[in-house]
Structures are given as C-alpha cells and as structure tokens.
C-alpha cells in the first residue's frame, strides 16, 4: 500500500492536505466545449493558478501532454495527474451508463498519479458500473495507485441533491475501495458535514455547472470547505472562465487557505458576474 501513500501526496496541498483537481474529461460527454480547445495551454494556466492536479482522459496525456515538452515539465512536484478510466457521450443510448474506456495498467504507463472512475446509481446499468468499480479497485491496490471515485445519484427519477442519495453513494465508494470520493454538494454545511464525518477518506466535491454569479459561486465553495470537505474537483468554473489561471488561484485560496471570499474577491479585483 505504500504506493498509494506516495502517489496520495503527489495529487494533495502538502502544507493543508486538500485537494484541488482541475477536471478535463468532458470531451467524451460533451464535447469540445468552450475553454477545452487547448488542453496543452489549459495545463499549464491552471498548474500556474496553484492545482494539485488535473484529471484526463488517455487520449489526451498522449496527444497534448507527451508531445508537448513545455506541457509536460509542468507535471514535475506541483502537478498530479490523474486518469479518468470510464466515460460516455450525452448523444448516446444511454447517457447515464458510463462504460470502461481505458485500464489501471495503462494510466500508470501514462505515469499517472491516480485513476477515477465514474458511477451513477439510480438508473438501469448502475450495477454494471458498481461491477466494473469492484474490479478496477482491486486493480488499484495490485498497482499500489489511488482510487477516485465519483460518486452520483443520477438517473431519471432520482433528485441529484437529495442528502440521504448522496451519503448513500458515498458509502458506496467508501465500500468498495475508494481512496477519495467525488460527489455533489447537498446545498447545506450541516447536511453536508454529517456526510462527512461519517466517511472515513477524503470527500471532494463536484464543481458543477458553469455559473456566472461569482461571488454566489465562490461563496458555496467556502461553504463547503466549512462543511469539513477535503478540497473542490471543478472543471467548467475554471476552463469556463476569462481567466482560468486566476479562476484556480482563487479556489486555490478557498480550498487550501480558507480565505474569506470578500478578501480574495476583493484581491483579484473579480465582478460579480462573467
């Protein structure tokens, strides 16, 4: 297991022990959305705004990451890499059923630091991925690389906030062999905190959908830290933004200073809206 320690510390704040990921994977989703055209030049904003580490897909540590040099220095003790192992496109069949596209093995060929997983429970097909987590689990401790597991109550009948769905797939991930789980925020510290302390590894949260309202925004994310939350997994509210190296910086403070967001808006000089 000292494999996972030391890759544990290659994706984490050393002075805090939070977490601060800068997610990259909605290609397979969604698409080339706007912010996601340059994944080299991304890499490099975000590693200057103070991420721990950034989540991929294979294709893209392949295409952008070793083929670029000055892209790839930026993965020296500051940057993590993790890479995401299962996906699936919004346009397909099945939108909630996130199928394997990639192994342990090869994501440390990449060199990465740790691997996630996707699985949605609440809808049909939500064994196959609580399956296929088991085993890519076992995996993981054979490879001695940590396990992040996206935890969601997602499908067509199923309320995505719902505090007791939440705890519940969270407990999932926790049973299963999660390292660290990332789930939704239940909209409320107290909620939230409970979940929390009755996860025994780390819980991080989903950044969520692009938000225009900053200071609303980054108001929730000091929320959450003060809910007991090891650190922010976001995507859209930084690739989506004017600026993603001064997005990162500020969640940076956030996450692993727990500055007041009246400070650190104020220091940045950010708008209320984008």
């Known amino acids: ?3 996972k320690q030391l890759r544990l510390e290659r994706i984490k704040h050393q002075k805090t022990n939070t977490f601060l990921f800068v997610t990259m994977d909605h290609g397979i989703t969604n698409g080339v959305l706007p912010g ?11 590693g200057k705004g103070g991420a721990d580490a950034v989540l991929l897909h294979k294709g893209n540590a392949k295409n952008v990451i070793y083929s670029q040099n000055d892209v790839l220095k930026s993965f020296g ?39 996630s997983i996707h699985v949605n429970i609440g809808d049909v097909g939500d064994e196959e991925m609580l399956e296929f987590m088991g085993d890519i689990s076992s995996d993981c401790i054979d490879w001695g690389i940590p396990l992040i597991a996206m935890m969601y109550p997602r499908g067509p009948d199923v309320d995505e906030f719902d505090t007791d769905a939440i705890s519940h797939c969270v407990r999932i991930g926790v049973e299963l ?16 905190k409970q979940i929390c302390k009755q996860t025994p590894i780390p819980v991080v949260v989903a ?3 692009h938000q225009k309202n900053l200071h609303d925004y980054y108001k929730t994310v000091s929320d959450i830290m003060k809910s007991g939350a090891a650190g922010m997994a976001v995507g859209r509210n930084v690739f989506g933004t004017k600026d993603p190296t001064i997005a990162t910086s500020i969640l940076s403070e956030l996450v692993h200073n727990k500055a007041s967001v009246e400070d650190v808006l104020q220091k940045y000089k950010i708008p209320k809206t984008i």
């Open 77 to 115: 003790r500051e940057l993590g890499l993790i890479i995401h192992l299962n996906g699936a496109p919004s346009i397909g069949s099945d939108p909630y059923l996130k199928i394997p596209v990639c192994t342990v093995d090869e994501a440390v060929q990449f060199g990465a630091d740790a691997v």
């Open 207 to 209: 950044g969520g959908q």
């Open 36 to 46: 996601l055209e340059d994944i080299g030049g991304l890499i490099k904003k975000v």
């Open 177 to 192: 062999g999660a390292d660290i789980i990332k789930t939704n925020y239940t909209g409320d510290i107290d909620s939230f």
């Open 1 to 3: 297991m000292y494999g």
